[in-house]
């Protein structure tokens, strides 16, 4: 037996979707129902664990065997479901799921299967929700089933065994995406995929007693807010928006065509009725609270106070960087309060009156501590290390500007650099106290949405319009910096001619970046510095309406979701690369760090959060900056730089 190809169905009555993996499992409730197996590819098998059968022994002699190699889609599950009550360690399974992602394909078996065009007998089945709905939820007691809480299979016998033929024919797709996927997983990216697992399944410790005193307050708030907004406006449920909408063109006789955060302000500046205006500062207010996050923590935490499965690796498809799940922690409020320590002792006591005295806003308090809700155990503390504009940094490599890797080696001020290029200004006049000091608002937001092709439009996207700058302004600004930064610009257009000749020719092109584009008839693979590789599949060069060509590839549309063609061009090719190569710095920054014993507990986007002994004199905040800033073998002359803190709670420094 070289291989094992599984799938399972398990009962919990812990809701995975809101609670995680972790907890769901660790539910004293929790039961494997249906184990479904292939050995070395040959027939499945079906083991009714819920009615009693057993799995054979040498099957589960195999699941600890280190020389018999596990397959599942989105393996994390099934082996940590498995590891409950066998011997199967992480290090011996292969997810058919991260290879998908690897290859370019979506997630979930389904939309895999279909985007690979397998045939029906390989395709997931649809009946699937229906049943696992039936036998793997709680159900609710009623009359006509008895006050029974949870479905087993004689109550239904015939649904069973259409559930056992789902579970078999799951690892007959599964069989059928493995074999279809174009490329195996690399072996580096199946280590950084183990170390994944042991961060997500180690957790991170969550303060209870400051969840639950922002619930409290929340709570107490959102009822006085309601209910002053109730008494102003006489509405049964002033919260809701088609209600409010009908009452403020009623006040103010104006048609109201959204009461989203942007447009609140400009009607509490020109409604020009005080009551209208303070039920909609009101409303303000009470957007301002973000205790979503608070409750999943709180549904989320298992019983030795720490919240896991907080990473998807290889969430963001087409880069390779991870997505956040449950608390989200990649989209965390940004904390500005001067003393937090205060702030969390009231909000910890559930001290809504001390909160408003020292603060004023209680809801924007609660969301700036939301970060802070991450704790490391006692007597240790965070050492938080981040890479500093790693973006800005990696661009600047790749395409070689000489004048921004010479910032970088030197004094790192980016943006007042791009000012100085940008407007002939030197750089030293660009400072706190002199007038040329506004053109650093000029350098930065350049700086932020230009170095992918960007025009206007993305700077006004980044909020050129907030930061005092005129509309008519924007293109100068546009022009200037593309002028200063000639070899980006021509990075741009190099990706993608290259990649349109390698489309439609099949020619195969590298740069001295490292950067290599070849073509097969699937796919368009760009290799990336570090031997890690990029797939577009399906692609095609199409004339466009003005007669220029345009690249075209299936891939998963962000907005619709969808698998379906999808446009790209020399920016966005740039971008992609960019932010793929600067995921592969912290990946190499990780592998040294999991090596070195340091215990990481999260990451978010370029930064790491490690949980390390307070006296611990080998696991220090220097020596992890130190690795950050320590390039990779392959990029070469890459000018990394990091910065760092230690804290009590998790925070933005």
Known sequence: MNCLSIDIETYSSVDISKAGLYKYVQSFDFAILLFAYSVDGGPV??????????????????????NVTKYAYNAAFEQYCLSKYYTTPIYQWRCTMVQGLYCGYPAGLSAVGEALGLSEDKRKLT????????????????????????????????????????????????????????????????????????????????????IQGALSIDEEITTELTDRARAITGLDNPNSIPQLKQWVEDQTGTPVDSLNKADLQQIIDTCGDPAVASVLKIRQELGKTSVAKYRTMNTAVCTDGRVRGLLQFYGANRTGRWAGRLVQVQNLPR?????????????????????KMLYGTVPDTISQLIRTAFIPEDNHHFLVAD?????????AW????????????????????????????????????????????????????????????ALINMGALNMGLSEEELPDIVQRWRSSNKRIVDMWYT?????????????????????????DEKTLTVTLPSGRQLFYIEPRVVLGDNGRKQIWYYGTNQTTRKWELIQTYGGKLTENIVQAVARDC???????????????????????????????????LDNAISVMCTPAPWAKGLPLNADGFTTNYYKKD
């Open 495 to 519: 990706l993608e001619n290259m990649a349109l000749h390698c489309i439609e020719y099949g020619e195969s092109n590298a740069l001295p970046s490292g950067i290599a584009m070849t073509r």
């Open 387 to 395: 890479f500093s504009a790693i973006e800005a940094r990696v661009i």
């Open 398 to 457: 790749l395409a070689q500007e000489h004048w921004r890797l010479d910032v970088f080696n030197t004094h790192g001020k980016i943006y007042e650099a791009s000012a100085s290029a940008m407007f002939g200004v030197p750089v030293e006049r660009i400072a706190k106290g002199n007038p040329e000091y506004a053109l650093r608002a000029k350098g930065k937001v350049a700086e932020l949405a230009l170095g992918y092709q960007g025009a206007a439009g």
């Open 45 to 66: 098998q079906i083991v009714d664990l819920a009615q009693g059968e057993e799995i054979p022994p040498d099957i589960i002699a195999a699941l600890g065997d280190i």
């Open 586 to 620: 912290l990946a190499y920054s990780m592998h040294i760090l999991y090596k070195a014993g340091y215990k990481m507990v999260m990451h978010i986007h370029d930064e790491v959060v490690i949980e390390a002994p307070l006296a611990d004199p080998t696991h220090t």
């Open 127 to 210: 009946t699937g929700k229906a049943l696992i709905r039936y036998f793997c939820v709680p159900c609710k007691p009623t009359k006509t089933n008895g006050g029974r809480t949870r479905n087993l299979p004689h109550h239904e016998p015939e649904k069973w065994e259409l559930f056992k033929e789902y579970c078999k024919q799951d690892v007959v797709t599964e069989m059928a995406v493995k074999k279809h996927l174009h490329h195996e997983l690399p072996i580096s990216e199946q280590m950084l995929w183990i170390i994944d697992q042991h961060i997500n399944s180690g957790g991170v410790r969550v303060d209870v007693d400051l």
């Open 335 to 355: 904390n500005y309060l001067e003393t937090l320590d205060i702030a969390r002792s009231l909000v910890k006591a559930g001290n809504t009156e001390g909160v």
